[in-house]
């Protein structure tokens, strides 16, 4: 294989295109990952997650450490820029 041989490209490493690559990886799927920022973005993207979510995560292999650093069954907001609220969800409690 060269350097230009690859099945799959994925542009942008972000939550998406982790969790694309390593299960394309788990399959045998080569992919090259291109991503423009030098360095990881270290504030939270992926804030909310639901069982299908988890699925997913449990085939990446990843569903337990991932479970054990959440924090669940709190109250969620989804503001605007300007800082008006979009959307709330709240726990269960």
Known sequence: MTTTDF???IVGLG???LT???LLGR?????LVLEREPEHYGLARAVYTDDECMRVFQTAGAAEELAADMNIDCTVQWVRGDGRVLAQFA???
């Open 15 to 17: 939550p998406t295109g």
């Open 20 to 22: 694309l690559a390593n």
């Open 91 to 93: 726990g269960s409690r």
């Open 7 to 9: 099945d799959v490209v």
């Open 27 to 31: 399959r045998g799927v080569s992919a």
